[in-house]
């Protein structure tokens, strides 16, 4: 019996999708635009990022598009798109038209993007909510935003009610399916292939921006579709600053570098955080920093399981960190380490989270609910196909006088990329090491 092909089953994996939505919005709509291009010159746009819930919904990435999934009457799902245009695409290239949209999407119909305007009336008549996230795309906005009311009041055999869509998707995205797991495995993979073969170059490297470019096109020799967000490499004192931007600040053979970057792989995304001795040593200081966040996050990787949240991680990261503070005496010994937490002093050098979902979005959407009830996102209970991951670090401003000078402009943060699964967890970054000796060694090949 002849198999399936590729294309045929990841269509069938959006339609099935798709009719979960449907299930879910029974006598309501729901509206997704794909997104706006936005210039970047006077002749040109940024490189276009689709909506990640269209993507996940269709697979299509293409600008100027709206799906509407309709759970009342028929048709269910429809897909407006922009038609060929041969003279638009000598300029900026082939688009798939509705034609071949009708043959590839398992969609119930296909409709130019400039009918969605008028048809719009007609697709939400009866229907008793529309789910549509405000902020999607200026022109729907306008679109819908005009529709729900009157100048004498709401209309009549209306929706009048607008839910944000992403209070259903976000649930589903929560869950990552075999295919999704797979592609966050190889931006991982991608992306720790290669920091391996650039860390050793680093100290050749003229700059950070230097650095940084050359760790990107890595990513796109080793089949990366793109980048999960901007590149982080941070040299010196910059590594303090937690999403410094790379510039052309020189790389000193007496400076950490911390890195962190993530490959794009089928719009899924990788991220990884390492830190490297541009001498081949970490200094006594440097040493002593560095082992406290590897045992912060040694220790937030054992509470990685079903049942626990991104809470427990962080606060478990939170008072190793704060041990080690105390044991180099960044802060006082004289409370306790409960106390030190309870009145936040270790903020001062440890600012952020330890964790964040991991999906299409680097920061991946995060759901507010949970069995029915209102649950802030990192009190959402772990299962089995939940991506994120675990990233303490330590930060010492560089003209913070109340530390001693030795650890001033010293920042290193460590992170791997974490999936759940039914006996534990599984780190999707392990290619790039933790232990400080071996990222000595790397450095020293």
Same mark, same amino acid.
């Given at each position: 019996?002849?198999?399936?092909?590729?294309?045929?089953?990841?269509?069938?994996?959006?339609?099935?999708?798709?009719?979960?939505?449907?299930?879910?919005?029974?006598?309501?709509?729901?509206?997704?635009?794909?997104?706006?291009?936005?210039?970047?010159?006077?002749?040109?746009?940024?490189?276009?990022?689709?909506?990640?819930?269209?993507?996940?919904?269709?697979?299509?990435?293409?600008?100027?598009?709206?799906?509407?999934?309709?759970?009342?009457?028929?048709?269910?799902?429809?897909?407006?798109?922009?038609?060929?245009?041969?003279?638009?695409?000598?300029?900026?290239?082939?688009?798939?038209?509705?034609?071949?949209?009708?043959?590839?999407?398992?969609?119930?119909?296909?409709?130019?993007?400039?009918?969605?305007?008028?048809?719009?009336?007609?697709?939400?008549?009866?229907?008793?909510?529309?789910?549509?996230?405000?902020?999607?795309?200026?022109?729907?906005?306008?679109?819908?935003?005009? $529709?729900? #009311? *009157?100048?004498?009041?709401?209309?009549?055999?209306? =929706?009048?009610?607008?839910? !944000?869509?992403? %209070? &259903?998707?976000?649930?589903?995205?929560?869950?990552?399916?075999?295919?999704?797991?797979?592609?966050?495995?190889?931006?991982?993979?991608?992306?720790?292939?290669?920091?391996?073969?650039?860390?050793?170059?680093?100290?050749?490297?003229?700059?950070?921006?230097?650095?940084?470019?050359?760790?990107?096109?890595?990513?796109?020799?080793?089949?990366?579709?793109?980048?999960?967000?901007?590149?982080?490499?941070?040299?010196?004192? $910059?590594? #303090? *600053?937690?999403?410094?931007?790379?510039?052309?600040? =020189?790389?000193?053979?007496? !400076?950490?570098? %911390? &890195?962190?970057?993530?490959?794009?792989?089928?719009?899924?995304?990788?991220?990884?955080?390492?830190?490297?001795?541009?001498?081949?040593?970490?200094?006594?200081?440097?040493?002593?920093?560095?082992?406290?966040?590897?045992?912060?996050?040694?220790?937030?990787?054992?509470?990685?399981?079903?049942?626990?949240?991104?809470?427990?991680?962080?606060?478990?990261?939170?008072?190793?960190?704060?041990?080690?503070?105390?044991?180099?005496?960044?802060?006082?010994?004289?409370?306790?380490?409960?106390?030190?937490?309870?009145?936040?002093?270790?903020?001062?050098?440890?600012?952020?989270?330890?964790?964040?979902?991991?999906?299409?979005?680097?920061?991946?959407?995060?759901?507010?609910?949970?069995?029915?009830?209102?649950?802030?996102?990192?009190?959402?209970?772990?299962?089995?196909?939940?991506?994120?991951?675990?990233?303490?670090?330590?930060?010492?401003?560089?003209?913070?006088?109340?530390?001693?000078?030795?650890?001033?402009?010293?920042?290193?943060?460590?992170?791997?990329?974490?999936?759940?699964?039914?006996?534990?967890?599984?780190?999707?970054?392990?290619?790039?090491?933790?232990?400080?000796?071996?990222?000595?060694?790397?450095?020293?090949?």
């Amino acid at each position: 019996m002849p198999q399936d092909s590729p294309r045929k089953n990841l269509e069938q994996r959006f339609e099935k999708r798709r009719k979960t939505v449907l299930s879910q919005i029974k006598n309501s709509i729901m509206v997704i635009p794909s997104g706006d291009e936005k210039p970047i010159s006077r002749d040109q746009n940024y490189n276009f990022v689709p909506d990640s819930d269209f993507f996940y919904l269709t697979g299509f990435k293409e600008t100027k598009c709206i799906l509407v999934l309709k759970g009342i009457g028929s048709p269910k799902s429809i897909l407006y798109l922009r038609d060929r245009d041969l003279v638009e695409e000598k300029w900026l290239g082939e688009r798939i038209g509705i034609k071949r949209a009708r043959r590839r999407f398992k969609l119930d119909d296909i409709r130019p993007y400039a009918n969605f305007k008028n048809d719009f009336p007609a697709l939400t008549e009866k229907s008793e909510k529309i789910y549509y996230a405000l902020g999607s795309s200026k022109e729907t906005d306008e679109i819908i935003i005009s $529709n729900l #009311t *009157t100048r004498n009041g709401p209309r009549y055999n209306y =929706p009048n009610e607008l839910l !944000d869509s992403r %209070l &259903i998707t976000s649930e589903m995205r929560l869950v990552k399916d075999k295919d999704e797991i797979n592609a966050i495995s190889r931006a991982s993979e991608i992306t720790a292939r290669s920091m391996l073969e650039i860390c050793k170059y680093l100290p050749d490297f003229k700059s950070e921006k230097h650095a940084a470019s050359e760790l990107e096109t890595l990513f796109t020799k080793h089949g990366a579709h793109g980048l999960a967000f901007s590149t982080i490499v941070a040299a010196g004192k $910059n590594s #303090t *600053t937690l999403h410094h931007l790379p510039n052309h600040s =020189p790389i000193w053979k007496r !400076d950490l570098v %911390l &890195i962190d970057a993530g490959a794009q792989f089928n719009n899924y995304c990788g991220d990884i955080t390492r830190v490297f001795p541009i001498s081949g040593k970490f200094s006594t200081v440097q040493a002593e920093v560095y082992d406290i966040v590897r045992e912060a996050l040694g220790e937030a990787l054992l509470s990685a399981k079903a049942g626990n949240c991104l809470d427990d991680i962080h606060n478990i990261a939170v008072k190793e960190l704060t041990k080690g503070l105390v044991s180099i005496k960044a802060i006082s010994s004289n409370s306790t380490v409960s106390q030190i937490i309870s009145k936040g002093e270790y903020k001062n050098y440890y600012m952020h989270n330890t964790g964040h979902w991991l999906g299409i979005d680097v920061h991946d959407i995060s759901p507010t609910h949970y069995q029915g009830l209102q649950v802030p996102s990192r009190l959402r209970p772990f299962e089995p196909g939940h991506v994120f991951t675990i990233e303490p670090g330590l930060y010492f401003d560089p003209s913070d006088t109340s530390i001693s000078p030795e650890l001033r402009g010293i920042g290193i943060r460590l992170e791997e990329d974490v999936l759940i699964t039914p006996k534990g967890n599984q780190v999707l970054s392990s290619g790039v090491p933790l232990d400080r000796k071996e990222v000595e060694n790397l450095m020293n090949r």
